[in-house]
């Protein structure tokens, strides 16, 4: 009899300890299941110090896991779509001052057939201007995309300093000329650095064209490359008004125009700048004061 209570003994408290294992293992699934109900209604508030150690930790641990990076991705999809409506104003922005214009010009010249021949001739040269400024916007609206979309096809080789700067100038040799600007050259003739040479030269003539657009009349621009152990270097610096010390943290922003910006200035050249510099491992700065301003690439080796 002694033996057999022993024995119903036993068997009920092995009951019990696995009844309440089946209870507890139940009700973690239970918890388990509206998590993920939660997870599927875009709810990513999980509390990890509700969660103890047992045989379904390690299930918790990777529903962890997953949860955060479902969070990081619905984060990053807001503020893709944040930037996108942004951008969006900023397009529509830009566009809409240029292409008004156009429509008042295009309506004066219809309407006046006698109007006076050198009236109309400054209208076709404002129009032009105006096209152009809105063609360079959305040309380099398309670049900056191709970037952001990462579907650039990049040909990186050893690629002279010299040779960069050289046809970047001559991207911009009309502008100099009609300004009267004169360039002075200096540097390191065997200077390298290893990048694609067409995108580059799109960076550094985009840095020469505000250069130039900011100095005065028979103005002078300087530039210098160089090359050591730890970077490569290309600073062109102008002489012109400056950049105001408020304006100066924000000049590479996209669609940024400052206090002494160009009235045909769209606020995207230095952006399409920064990110192909950087999409090379440089990094670009500026340093301006009342006597001109200096832009500084650094190719990192």
């Known amino acids: 009899m002694i033996n057999l209570v022993f ?8 009951s019990c300890i696995f009844f309440i294992y089946r209870y507890q293992r139940n009700r973690e699934i239970t918890r388990m299941i509206k998590y993920v109900e939660e997870i599927n209604s875009r709810n990513y508030s999980i509390n990890m110090e509700e969660f103890k150690e047992g045989r379904l930790s390690i299930l ?13 991705s619905a984060d990053n999809s807001l503020k893709d779509k944040q930037d996108l409506k942004k951008s969006l104003e900023d397009i529509s922005h830009q566009l809409k001052t240029p292409l008004t214009s156009i429509l008042v010009m295009l309506d004066n010249l219809i309407d006046d057939e006698e109007m006076a021949k050198e009236t109309r001739e400054d209208f076709l040269r404002d129009i032009k201007r105006e096209i152009t400024s809105v063609n360079f916007l959305v040309q ?14 990049y040909n990186k080789e050893k690629c002279k300093l010299e040779e960069i700067v050289k046809v970047a100038l001559k991207n911009v040799s009309t502008l100099c000329d009609l300004k009267n600007i004169m360039i002075s050259l200096s ?11 067409r995108w580059q030269v799109e960076a550094v003539t985009n840095i020469i064209k505000n250069c130039v657009e900011h100095s005065k009349e028979n103005g002078k621009i300087n530039i210098r490359y160089e090359e050591n152990k730890v970077y490569s270097l290309i600073e ?17 922003e ?7 910006a160009s009235p045909d200035s769209v606020g995207i050249g230095l952006a399409l700048s920064k990110t192909i510099v950087e ?11 009342e006597s001109g301003t200096k832009f500084i690439i650094k190719y990192f080796k």
């Open 7 to 14: 024995l119903l003994v036993g068997i009920g408290i092995a």
């Open 60 to 72: 918790k641990s990777e529903l962890y896991k997953t949860t955060i990076m479902l969070k990081e």
């Open 140 to 153: 380099s609206i398309l670049k900056l995309s191709k970037f952001d979309a990462n579907t650039i096809e």
């Open 187 to 197: 540097g390191d003739t065997g200077a390298e650095v290893f990048c694609d040479f």
């Open 236 to 252: 062109v610096q102008d002489f012109g008004e400056g950049i105001d010390s408020a304006d100066l943290p924000h000049i590479f």
């Open 254 to 260: 996209r669609f940024y125009k400052g206090k002494n």
């Open 279 to 289: 999409n090379d491992n440089g990094r670009i700065s500026a340093e301006s004061d």
